[in-house]
């Protein structure tokens, strides 16, 4: 049984809480403030602490650092976009906006605790394992991508062949190129080919090269340059059926015909396949072969979606904007409130390359020293995202909210937002729901513009408006 504590300074909030977390089999302590939380309580021996933004005395931030290693999540009735990014970017573990839903705040307390306990077994299988230990060019620490890095440490040191899975612009090269160089074949090449990118009718001379006649013509192919090193095919579900099957023979015998070449030579490479698409579909439907997959999926190697990978967004798009900053020679910029909220909230169909198009976009276009949400221009009406999260359970274990399509741990301030006023909008005036939401009526009214949602008259100001036309 977990032991968590609420830090809260309304009783009413405090024991609904109580009573809530009680109910789904947790252990509840209470405080009201910062400083009775530290007198009543040793606060490490907490698995998770749940405390309010606002506190009389010292704010619910300061926790995060008195808690030392123990996850806080934040609350605020405030609706404060920029109190929310500075407490996560203070270390609070998430946070949530008041009112919340209960099963959205059950949701997030046990997938911080999963986190939490996944975090405490990779550090016991290798306590030696410290920060500078992640693997080189990539960015991260969420469970999921730690899962990817270990199996990199693992499967770099052999030959084996690897089959990374992931969607568009999920980083499948940047994998293979960490592969290979924490390889033994670090010291010769690895040669990406785009199995996509090539004509079915030249895909088979590029790889294994091909024939004008006679002893000393021809010439050699993209496998025999790679002799040595590693072979990255990119979009290996593209290859044609008859060059699948001449590959499956050179896997089988490491042996390559024809090419220029006087007789069959033997080249040693290391090959490593990536694919967004289902491969044992296309094996069932007779686009691939069996024995083919079953020879390059030795060892799996799943990566998740952005979407999928929690504040990690954030970490990416402010290392990609320091990157595109240097790179068109402009000075330092950060981004606005709007612009982390925008992040945040949007799903990214494009995964990492979405993300760096849209910084690099702003950064090139826009002279503001802080990038405002408007200029990363993302689309949020783009259809079929609410799909995405379909295929989100081969990543990581979910438990979304009854009713709701999304998870309720990816829940940013703008979903908030939106299924609030959906919800509410029909019992609730426009000053009421602008209190609740902690913003303005002009605030409210611009969120209802930018996302789309009509306002709902109340019967009241229906008659109001009557009265005055009359």
Known sequence: MADILVVEDESVIRSALKRLLERNKFRVFEAASVKEAEENFQLDRFCLIISDLRLPGAPGTELIRRAGEVPVLIMTSYASLRSAVDAMRLGAVDYIAKPFDHDDLLTAIKRILRERSAQRLARGRDAARTASDAIDGMIGSCPLILEVYERIRRVAPTSTSVLIH???????ELVARAIHRASKRSAQPLISVNCAAIPGALIESELFGFDKGGAAGGRSGIIEAASG?????????????????RLLRFIQSGELHGGGGTGPRTVDVRLISATQRNLKALCEEGKFRQDLYYRI?????TLPPLRARGTDVLKIAEFLLDDACRRHDKTAKRFSAEAIEAITAYRWPGNVRELENAIERAVILGDEQEIPGEALAIDFGLPGLAELDAG??????????PGAEDPAEDLSLEEYFQRFVLQNQDHMSETELARKLGVSRKCLWERRQRFGIPRKKSTAEEDDEGRRSA
Not at 166 to 172: M, V
Not at 231 to 239: A, Q, V
Not at 392 to 401: G, V
């Open 297 to 301: 999926n030795v060892v799996e190697l």
């Open 229 to 245: 090193g590693t072979l990255f095919l990119d979009e290996i579900g593209e290859l044609p059926l008859e060059v699948q099957a």
């Open 392 to 401: 989100d359970a081969h990543h990581e274990e979910r438990e979304p909210a």
């Open 166 to 172: 992931g969607e568009t612009g999920t980083g499948k």
